[in-house]
Each structure stands twice: as structure tokens, then as C-alpha cells.
């Protein structure tokens, strides 16, 4: 698939899952887990004796999941404390003398928010416990391995995918995601100080940018930290291909500004904002700006300062 297919594959997938609870969830998640995982077996209920504790497993791996899948998450961390720990008690009293459990996922419909930190510090102490690799399996690591998918199971599980040419309504792009993402947060005025930080201020000077668009960038730049949450919670899908296009867009910008242009950084600069920016608003190109300022941090656009060669002493 293309970056664009696959990104429309990810947007029809994430629908899925945030109308999925209970069984529609469980069975969605064993469908990508047998398509990735030829050795995954699911575990189908028995009378009162139910599924043992244990939704799905890879005997050869001794990889055993549970999946959690209220309608609603929020105001359940101590129902999902106690689904925990049932869980645990009734898998390591069966399945273990069936085949050895090395790792154990709790597999939660978070609807890419998350989980609370007390279910992560359980986990860890399972696995001090028993002496198993524990973890969570979120939303986001179930759509990684969705994504990593030939392209015929892709579409077994949910479907035939729109074309992008026939979706001319709505942004589907990752770079809209996030743009609409950073302001609902509301980002702050651009008049507002900036922090000093010593190698931001170098590469700004290394790629000769002029003052006014330096002290935008960094004003934006103490705003990246929104950009990591938004990655947090979501597959590492988003990020790489955000990182991918923000780097073309400056690759391209490279190659139409000529290099006897005297303010050459600035008009690449410019280039960069205007054709990252779905829509000329100053909201939007607040949002757009803070994504520029993390991708000028990270050396995806502008070029990364060259340190002077050290002189050997010895030549």
C-alpha cells in the first residue's frame, strides 16, 4: 500500500475500534492476531467454566492474552484493578501446567487514551511475581500490527477502502490529525517569551534564518511537547509518516529556491508554512509552526550544525 492508502486504512481502522466494545472488540482483536500471528490460538468459551481466564495464546511463545473491553473505560480503574488480578489467579492456576507462560498482555480497548498508571505498576508486580514478561496491548499496538498486514488480510478485516480520490470532503491525512489536534489545545500567542536553548539557537544561526522567523520558531518550539503527547497514544504509524512529509515538503522547497537567492532560508522557510498548512488561518498556521519547530529541532527540515574537525595533534 501507499503512505496514502495506508493512512486511509488506519482512519477506517481506528472507527472500528472506537465503536467496538466487549465481544465485537475480542472478536476484532483475535482476527488481526490470527492474521499476524500464525501460531496465535483463540480460546473459545466453555459452559460455566468460561475461557480459563485466557482469550487467545501461542503455545510455541508461551505469549498469553486478556482482553478488557468495557463500552466505557473512564471511572473503572478499580473495577479494571480487580479484572487484573481475577485474571491472573485463574490463568496461572490452568494454562500453566498446559503450556509455560513466558509473557502475559492485557489487552485494553483504551480507545487510544490510555491506561492509568496503577495498571502498569500491577503489571510490573505480576511479573516479579510469577517471573513473566508482562505488559498492556492498547489500541495502538493492535493497529501496528494491523498496518504490518499484506494488503489482502487489510481489507479482509475491515473491508473494501475508499479511494482517496473519492474522499473530498474531510482531511484524512495525518498532518490534518494533528493540526486539529494542536488547536483544540489552543495554542499560546506567538508574542508570547521563549525559553533560551543553546543548540536550537545554533542551528537557527547555522541555517541562517533571519530574526523574525528565529524568534517565531521559538516560541513555537516550547510548545513540541504537545506533538509527543498526541504520538503517545497512538501507533507509530502517524509519526513516521508525519516526519516523512514534513521532510519532502523541505526537500522539495530545497530544490525550487535557488542558491543565489540572498534570503534563501527564509523563502524555503516560508515555502515549508504555507504548503503544510491546509487552510491560510492563523490558528492553523500556529499549529503548523509548532509542528515545524519540532521537525527543526529533530534535523528533518534545515540542516543540522557541523561541528569544526577536531586538529590531531599529531599531524
Known amino acids: ?177 494533528v493540526i486539529d489536534f494542536l ?6 500567542p506567538l508574542e508570547e517569551g521563549f525559553p533560551e536553548d543553546p543548540n536550537f539557537d545554533k542551528k537557527i544561526k547555522f541555517n541562517n534564518l533571519s530574526d523574525g522567523f528565529a524568534m517565531m520558531l521559538k516560541v513555537a518550539y516550547r510548545q513540541t511537547y504537545l506533538i509527543d503527547d498526541f504520538f503517545m497514544y497512538q501507533g507509530s504509524f502517524p509519526k513516521q509518516d508525519l516526519k516523512l512529509v514534513f521532510n519532502d515538503i523541505y526537500l522539495i522547497a530545497q530544490e525550487l529556491v535557488p542558491l543565489s537567492m540572498e534570503n534563501r532560508s527564509d523563502v524555503i522557510f516560508q515555502s515549508i508554512w504555507d504548503k503544510a498548512s491546509p487552510r491560510n488561518t492563523m490558528s492553523i498556521k500556529n499549529a503548523v509552526l509548532v509542528l515545524m519547530a519540532h521537525y527543526f529541532e529533530s534535523c528533518d527540515i534545515f540542516k543540522e550544525p557541523i561541528e569544526p574537525r577536531q586538529q590531531n595533534l599529531f599531524e
Open 183 to 188: 488547536m483544540n489545545f489552543g495554542l499560546k
Open 1 to 177: 500500500m501507499t503512505r496514502e492508502e495506508n493512512q486511509i486504512a488506519r482512519v477506517v481502522f481506528q472507527n472500528r475500534i472506537l465503536r467496538c466494545s466487549g465481544q465485537a472488540f475480542e472478536d476484532l482483536f483475535i482476527r488481526v492476531m490470527q492474521a499476524y500471528d500464525h501460531g496465535f490460538q483463540p480460546v473459545k468459551p466453555h459452559g460455566r467454566e468460561g475461557d480459563r481466564k485466557c482469550d487467545g495464546f501461542n503455545k510455541s511463545t508461551g505469549q498469553y492474552y486478556q482482553v478488557y473491553a468495557p463500552e466505557d473505560l473512564s471511572g473503572k480503574e478499580r473495577f479494571t484493578q480487580e479484572k487484573l488480578e481475577e485474571t491472573i489467579g485463574g490463568i496461572f492456576s490452568y494454562w500453566q501446567s498446559i503450556s509455560p507462560i513466558q509473557e502475559f498482555y492485557f489487552a485494553i480497548n483504551d480507545k487510544y487514551a490510555g491506561v492509568w498508571p496503577s495498571i502498569h505498576l500491577q503489571l510490573s508486580q505480576i511479573g516479579q511475581k510469577y517471573q513473566v514478561k508482562t505488559d498492556t496491548f492498547l489500541c495502538k499496538d493492535l493497529e501496528n500490527i494491523f498496518l504490518e498486514l499484506p494488503d489482502n488480510e487489510i481489507t479482509d478485516i475491515v473491508g473494501p477502502l475508499p479511494s482517496a480520490a473519492n474522499i473530498t470532503n474531510i482531511d484524512i491525512s495525518v498532518l490534518g490529525e
